[in-house]
């Protein structure tokens, strides 16, 4: 018999590709890729350093860099002092940053609905709540060393 841990496992690597691509063709709509989608999503909420954007969105602070500074070059982001560190300022959103940011946001939810047509909101609150209980037991799993952290 199969390990059905180990399937579902293969089966939410499989989504989270299939739901990669879909983002990069609907940043890709407003002349944009996912990554850049990602971050000006985290600092449209409020403004944050890059190390704090990226523990938010659980990448490397290097990495995060290197889309602010494109996001910033291309006026869709600026960085403005931070009262709580001089060295480490804050990114913010452009007025043009949460015009495209809305745009895509539009487009997405629009391939949301096409998506789900056929799936109960029943559904998909089940699956979230499947997810948010495995990730809770691998945090508590890595807490008590029983697996290395991740």
């Given at each position: 018999?199969?390990?059905?841990?180990?399937?579902?496992?293969?089966?939410?690597?499989?989504?989270?590709?299939?739901?990669?691509?879909?983002?990069?063709?609907?940043?890709?709509?407003?002349?944009?890729?996912?990554?850049?989608?990602?971050?000006?999503?985290?600092?449209?909420?409020?403004?944050?350093?890059?190390a704090q954007?990226?523990?938010?969105?659980?990448?490397?602070?290097?990495?995060?860099?290197?889309?602010?500074?494109?996001?910033?070059?291309?006026?869709?982001?600026g960085?403005?002092?931070?009262?709580?560190?001089?060295?480490?300022?804050?990114?913010?959103?452009?007025?043009?940053?949460?015009?495209?940011?809305?745009?895509?946001?539009?487009?997405?939810?629009?391939v949301?609905?096409?998506?789900?047509?056929d799936?109960s909101?029943?559904?998909?609150?089940?699956?979230?709540?499947?997810?948010?209980?495995?990730?809770e037991?691998?945090?508590?799993?890595?807490?008590?060393?029983?697996?290395?952290?991740?």
């Amino acid at each position: 018999m199969p390990d059905e841990m180990a399937l579902l496992v293969a089966d939410v690597f499989e989504a989270a590709g299939v739901l990669r691509r879909s983002g990069e063709a609907i940043a890709a709509t407003e002349g944009q890729t996912q990554a850049r989608w990602q971050l000006l999503s985290v600092v449209s909420e409020e403004p944050l350093t890059v190390a704090q954007a990226a523990r938010r969105l659980g990448i490397a602070r290097q990495g995060v860099q290197r889309v602010a500074n494109d996001l910033v070059r291309e006026d869709l982001a600026g960085f403005r002092p931070n009262p709580d560190h001089r060295g480490s300022p804050l990114l913010t959103l452009t007025p043009h940053g949460h015009h495209v940011l809305d745009k895509i946001t539009a487009r997405a939810a629009d391939v949301h609905r096409a998506l789900t047509a056929d799936i109960s909101t029943g559904e998909i609150t089940r699956a979230r709540t499947l997810l948010h209980r495995l990730i809770e037991q691998v945090h508590r799993h890595e807490a008590e060393g029983r697996i290395p952290p991740g």
